[in-house]
């Protein structure tokens, strides 16, 4: 009953609020394809949106689903993909550490904060260039030497065209991109010393041929498949990859944001403010990078344009690994990926993560340093105009864009709106639009159900 009062205050307060709204709306209209939002919170232009199949999980799939829960897999017989990969916390941990422990007696603390595997199902192999199918017969070498020759080009909410055309890299798994397909991709925890510490192939076959399922992968791969140590661990991967793109947790485009683009949700005043700070070029512009658009063909948007961008998020220092003053993350370049070291004008650079679920994460940014959304939000409004406020000063300077080597700093992106303000200049977004952009966040977090008030225009 208190619940639904609170609820039915909030409605009341859309009614007082809705020409605060008219007036954003306003501001807002000048970029081109400026937001669809009606001024009671509601979706101008609604759509139908494009998403994936609902089927029943094929035999691989269902396998896959065992084994990301199945322990016995581990060094330690304690670590599962779900340890880490909690699908009750859109499949991020549900603890607020920057990295986790994992390792044969689970100490060894991880160096990168865990991403969520939700809405990785599109994604595109790594590249570098505007056009992923143009590249497929072209080496990384090549692209690279495109790219060296390609103009940065600034990206703003208004304009998706101009990204469009960047030669940047794009697409890949991982923070740094380095594996391209979800099968790929799950070797690498498997037998990651800092992970589930699996140790050789042969000892993942053999816990395999022990586990409950050994039958499972006769009947499904034939009973050769158990005498087949290599086959055996990539059928295991296999059935791990058609998991995530099958079983619809991992897609569930069930957000209030899903419904109000297919106009069944209107958004609160401040949800509404929020999304638009979030898309105008000269405040949050967010949507420069966290792409919010539906495609063309109702493909629902992803909050990622899957772009490697430097943003120069401050040292964590509670990362082990970051006690090394030697030691640096630099992503595309290294140390986890080894193909691109030499290209240092990709070093810092990290995949741009979807911003659905966000709300739901404890850490923020590839090493976790933040722990807030509002502190996230001041990072990008604060990071070159109050910078002392964002990184450590000693003896009286701010040492900037400490994450990084001195000599690698220049790499930091500057040219891309919010952050490419100069010391001094008005930081571009206020107290309040940091607050209603992270109110607006909050609305990409799947499970939303529609309820009698709160901002739902029929079911
Ligand atoms: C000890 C914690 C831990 C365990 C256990 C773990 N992961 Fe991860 N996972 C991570 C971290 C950390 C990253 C990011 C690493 C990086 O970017 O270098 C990651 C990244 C991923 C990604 C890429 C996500 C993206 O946005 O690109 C996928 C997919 C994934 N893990 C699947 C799995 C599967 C499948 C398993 C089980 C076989 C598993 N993970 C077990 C910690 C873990
Ligand atoms: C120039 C492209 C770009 C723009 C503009 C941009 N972002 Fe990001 N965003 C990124 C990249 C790249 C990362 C990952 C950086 C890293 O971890 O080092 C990121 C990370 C984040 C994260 C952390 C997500 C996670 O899973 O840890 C949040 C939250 C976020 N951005 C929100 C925003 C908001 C809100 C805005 C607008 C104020 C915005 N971003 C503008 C590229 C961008």
Same mark, same amino acid.
């Given at each position: 009953?208190?619940?639904?009062?609170?609820?039915?205050?909030?409605?009341?307060?859309?009614?007082?609020?809705?020409?605060?709204?008219?007036?954003?709306?306003?501001?807002?209209?000048?970029?081109?394809?400026?937001?669809?939002?009606?001024?009671?919170?509601?979706?101008?232009?609604?759509?139908?949106?494009?998403?994936?199949?609902?089927?029943?999980?094929?035999?691989?799939?269902?396998?896959?689903?065992?084994?990301?829960?199945?322990?016995?897999?581990?060094?330690?017989?304690?670590?599962?993909?779900?340890?880490?990969?909690?699908?009750?916390?859109?499949?991020?941990?549900?603890?607020?550490?920057?990295?986790? #422990? /994992?390792? =044969?007696? +689970? *100490?060894? %603390?991880?160096?990168?904060?865990?991403?969520? $595997?939700?809405? &990785?199902? @599109?994604? !595109?192999?790594?590249?570098?260039?505007?056009?992923?199918?143009?590249?497929?017969?072209?080496?990384?070498?090549?692209?690279?030497?495109?790219?060296?020759?390609?103009?940065?080009?600034?990206?703003?909410?208004?304009?998706?065209?101009?990204?469009?055309?960047?030669?940047?890299?794009?697409?890949?798994?991982?923070?740094?991109?380095?594996?391209?397909?979800?099968?790929?991709?799950?070797?690498?925890?498997?037998?990651?010393?800092?992970?589930?510490?699996?140790?050789?192939?042969?000892?993942?076959?053999?816990?395999?041929?022990?586990?409950?399922?050994?039958?499972?992968?006769?009947?499904? #791969? /034939?009973? =050769?498949? +158990? *005498?087949? %140590?290599?086959?055996?661990?990539?059928?295991? $991967?296999?059935? &791990?990859? @058609?998991? !995530?793109?099958?079983?619809?947790?991992?897609?569930?485009?069930?957000?209030?944001?899903?419904?109000?683009?297919?106009?069944?949700?209107?958004?609160?005043?401040?949800?509404?403010?929020?999304?638009?700070?979030?898309?105008?070029?000269?405040?949050?512009?967010?949507?420069?990078?966290?792409?919010?658009?539906?495609?063309?063909?109702?493909?629902?948007?992803?909050?990622?344009?899957?772009?490697?961008?430097?943003?120069?998020?401050?040292?964590?220092?509670?990362?082990?690994?970051?006690?090394?003053?030697?030691?640096?993350?630099?992503?595309?370049?290294?140390?986890?990926?080894?193909?691109?070291?030499?290209?240092?004008?990709?070093?810092?650079?990290?995949?741009?993560?979807?911003?659905?679920?966000?709300?739901?994460?404890?850490?923020?940014?590839?090493?976790?340093?933040?722990?807030?959304?509002?502190?996230?939000?001041?990072?990008?409004?604060?990071?070159?105009?109050?910078?002392?406020?964002?990184?450590?000063?000693?003896?009286?300077?701010?040492?900037?864009?400490?994450?990084?080597?001195?000599?690698?700093?220049?790499?930091?992106?500057?040219?891309?709106?919010?952050?490419?303000?100069?010391?001094?200049?008005?930081?571009?977004?206020?107290?309040?639009?940091?607050?209603?952009?992270?109110?607006?966040?909050?609305?990409?977090?799947?499970?939303?159900?529609?309820?009698?008030?709160?901002?739902?225009?029929?079911?």
């Amino acid at each position: 009953m208190r619940a639904r009062a609170a609820c039915c205050a909030g409605l009341l307060a859309l009614a007082v609020a809705t020409t605060v709204v008219g007036r954003g709306v306003q501001a807002a209209a000048p970029a081109a394809g400026a937001p669809a939002l009606l001024p009671d919170g509601g979706n101008a232009h609604p759509v139908h949106l494009l998403l994936p199949p609902r089927r029943p999980l094929s035999a691989v799939a269902r396998l896959g689903r065992k084994l990301f829960f199945y322990e016995g897999l581990s060094g330690s017989g304690r670590m599962s993909c779900a340890s880490c990969h909690d699908p009750a916390n859109a499949y991020a941990p549900a603890n607020s550490l920057p990295v986790q #422990f /994992g390792g =044969g007696r +689970l *100490r060894t %603390p991880g160096v990168r904060a865990v991403p969520s $595997l939700r809405y &990785l199902y @599109r994604e !595109q192999n790594f590249s570098i260039g505007p056009d992923n199918e143009e590249n497929e017969t072209v080496t990384l070498r090549q692209l690279v030497a495109r790219g060296l020759r390609a103009p940065r080009v600034r990206k703003t909410a208004g304009d998706t065209v101009a990204s469009g055309a960047n030669l940047v890299p794009q697409g890949g798994l991982f923070w740094d991109g380095r594996v391209d397909t979800l099968q790929q991709q799950a070797a690498g925890p498997l037998f990651n010393p800092m992970e589930m510490d699996g140790g050789s192939l042969a000892r993942v076959a053999r816990r395999l041929r022990a586990s409950p399922y050994a039958r499972r992968f006769a009947a499904l #791969f /034939g009973a =050769g498949v +158990l *005498r087949e %140590p290599k086959l055996l661990v990539s059928e295991a $991967l296999f059935c &791990l990859a @058609r998991f !995530q793109i099958e079983d619809p947790s991992f897609h569930p485009f069930s957000s209030k944001y899903d419904a109000w683009l297919q106009g069944k949700a209107r958004f609160t005043p401040r949800q509404a403010r929020g999304y638009l700070v979030f898309n105008d070029p000269g405040k949050g512009d967010c949507a420069a990078c966290h792409l919010d658009r539906p495609g063309a063909d109702g493909r629902p948007p992803l909050f990622t344009d899957t772009q490697y961008e430097a943003l120069g998020v401050p040292r964590n220092m509670a990362i082990p690994a970051n006690h090394d003053p030697r030691y640096f993350d630099l992503g595309l370049c290294g140390p986890y990926r080894s193909d691109l070291a030499r290209q240092t004008r990709y070093c810092g650079m990290f995949r741009t993560p979807s911003l659905r679920n966000v709300a739901t994460r404890h850490v923020f940014f590839h090493n976790g340093v933040y722990h807030s959304l509002l502190q996230v939000l001041q990072f990008y409004d604060w990071r070159d105009t109050r910078p002392w406020r964002i990184y450590p000063v000693r003896n009286g300077r701010v040492d900037r864009y400490d994450d990084l080597p001195p000599k690698l700093r220049g790499n930091v992106d500057r040219v891309d709106p919010p952050l490419n303000r100069k010391p001094g200049e008005p930081p571009a977004m206020s107290r309040r639009d940091m607050r209603d952009v992270v109110a607006f966040l909050r609305t990409l977090n799947d499970g939303w159900r529609p309820h009698d008030c709160g901002g739902q225009a029929g079911r």
